[in-house]
C-alpha cells in the first residue's frame, strides 16, 4: 500500500530549476485525460465540486460540443494519440452518458479496456460503479475515486466499503483520495483503516477552495500543489492535458468553458506542433492567471505560485520552428519520445535532433529573469 507523494510547491530559490524539474513538459510525459465530448461536463452533482458552477455556466451551449456520431477518421486520430502516452485516462459522466447520450456509451461499452477511469467523486462514485461491475469490461482500471469526509458523515460507510471491495475485486483500485472538509475525522479514520487493510494508495487534501488551502491535523499526505482564489484553484500544469474530442486544455476548468479555445485543436494530429503548442499554452494561461487575479497575491499561501506564474511569463520564451528538444525535456524513459525518433528525429547525447538540421533552435528558451 502505497501513499501517494504530492507535487512540491515552486522553490522561489530557483524557478528555473523548478520549472525544468517539475513543470515543462511533464504533463506529456506518461498521460492523458480524455474524452468524447468537445467540452467536458459532469451532472452527478456533488457539493464538493470545485467546478460544478463552470458546469453550470456551460450548459447554456454545452449541447453543440456533443458528438453526433464518432466516425472512424477521429478514432484513427485518436488511436495515434494514444500510442504516445503510457497511461489514458478517462471521467466523462458514464451514467449521464448511458441515459442521455447511448450513441457515446455504446462506444465506451466497446473500448473502456483502454481506459484507466478516474475522478469518481461521493454521489458520481454511487452512480457509476453498478455500471463498472455489470456493463464494462473487467479490464478497465480505476485511477481515483475521492470522497468527501462531509458526505461519508451521512451515508452507510459499510454499503460503501462493501461497493468498493467488489469493484476493487474485479476492475482494481489505485488511489482513494480522502477530501477532507470537517474537522471531525472520524468517517475518516473508518475509510483510512479499510483503505490499508485492502493495500490501497491514498492522500488527501482540504478542499475549502472560497480562501485558502489549509492543511488539516491529520499524518495522510495533504496535497501541496495548487493556490486557490475566489472559489476557483491555480496550480502547475505538470500532471496531464485534457484531449477534449480534438482539442487539448492544459486544465480542467479550461475543458469545461465553451468560450474557450484549446491550446492545440486538430483534424490531423502533429505530435511536434502540439509539442510547442503545448508550452505556449503554459505560458499564456499563466499570463492569464497573474492578470486577472492580482488580489490572490495577498493570501500567503498563494505567493509562492503567482510569483512563479509571473516568472514563466516572462522568462520563457517558445520556439515553434524548433529543430531540437533537451534531453532534460524529454527522454527515453518517455513514449513520446519513442513516437519521435519514429519520424524524422535521430537521438543525440543531448536529446532529439530533427534530421538534417544545420542551425540549431531549441523548443523553448529560458532566461532567469524577475
Not at 504533463?27 to 458546469?55: D, M, P, Q
Request: with cysteine.
Amino acid at each position: 500500500m502505497d501513499r501517494i507523494v504530492d507535487t512540491p510547491a515552486p522553490d522561489r530559490n530557483s524557478f528555473i530549476r523548478y520549472f525544468y524539474e517539475n513543470d515543462a513538459l511533464m504533463n506529456i510525459h506518461n498521460e492523458v485525460i480524455f474524452s468524447v465530448l468537445g467540452r467536458y461536463n459532469c451532472f452527478a452533482g456533488c457539493k464538493v465540486c470545485y467546478t460544478e458552477k463552470h458546469f453550470k455556466e456551460a450548459l447554456p451551449k454545452f449541447k453543440n460540443f456533443i458528438p453526433k456520431e464518432i466516425n472512424s477518421d477521429i478514432e484513427q486520430q485518436w488511436n495515434n494519440i494514444f500510442d504516445h502516452f503510457k497511461h489514458i485516462s478517462n471521467i466523462d459522466d458514464l451514467f449521464w452518458m448511458k441515459h442521455e447520450q447511448p450513441h457515446l456509451y455504446e462506444w465506451y461499452q466497446k473500448h473502456s479496456h483502454r481506459f484507466i477511469w478516474g475522478s469518481m467523486t461521493d454521489n458520481n462514485f454511487i452512480r457509476t460503479q453498478p455500471i463498472f461491475l455489470n456493463e464494462l469490461s473487467a479490464d478497465t482500471k480505476i485511477q481515483e475515486i475521492s470522497f468527501s469526509t462531509s458526505w461519508l458523515d451521512k451515508i452507510n460507510k459499510q454499503e460503501i466499503f462493501d461497493m468498493l471491495k467488489k469493484l476493487n475485486d474485479r476492475n482494481g483500485i489505485q488511489k482513494i483520495k480522502f477530501i477532507l472538509t470537517t474537522e471531525d475525522n472520524t468517517s475518516l479514520d473508518l475509510l483510512s483503516k479499510w483503505v490499508e487493510d485492502n493495500g490501497i494508495g491514498y492522500t488527501c487534501s482540504h478542499h475549502d477552495f472560497n480562501e485558502i488551502t489549509q492543511k488539516l491535523n491529520t499524518d495522510i499526505p495533504q496535497a501541496e500543489h495548487i493556490a486557490s482564489f475566489d472559489s476557483d484553484v491555480f496550480y502547475v500544469c505538470r500532471e496531464s492535458n485534457y484531449l477534449q474530442h480534438n482539442g487539448f486544455f492544459l486544465t480542467l476548468i479550461e475543458s469545461i468553458d465553451v468560450n474557450n479555445k484549446p491550446y492545440y485543436q486538430f483534424n490531423e494530429f502533429d505530435a511536434v506542433k502540439h509539442l510547442s503548442a503545448m508550452i505556449q499554452g503554459k505560458v499564456d494561461l499563466y499570463t492569464k492567471w497573474v492578470n486577472q487575479n492580482a488580489n490572490a497575491l495577498d493570501i500567503d499561501q498563494n505567493k509562492d505560485y503567482f510569483d512563479y506564474f509571473k516568472w514563466v511569463s516572462n522568462n520563457v520564451k517558445v520556439n515553434h520552428n524548433y529543430n531540437f528538444i533537451p534531453i532534460d525535456l524529454l527522454n527515453a524513459k518517455h513514449r513520446y519520445y519513442h513516437k519521435l525518433t519514429n519520424n524524422e528525429w535521430q537521438i543525440t547525447d543531448y536529446g532529439l535532433l530533427k534530421n538534417g538540421t544545420t542551425d540549431v533552435v531549441p523548443l523553448l528558451e529560458v532566461h532567469n529573469g524577475n
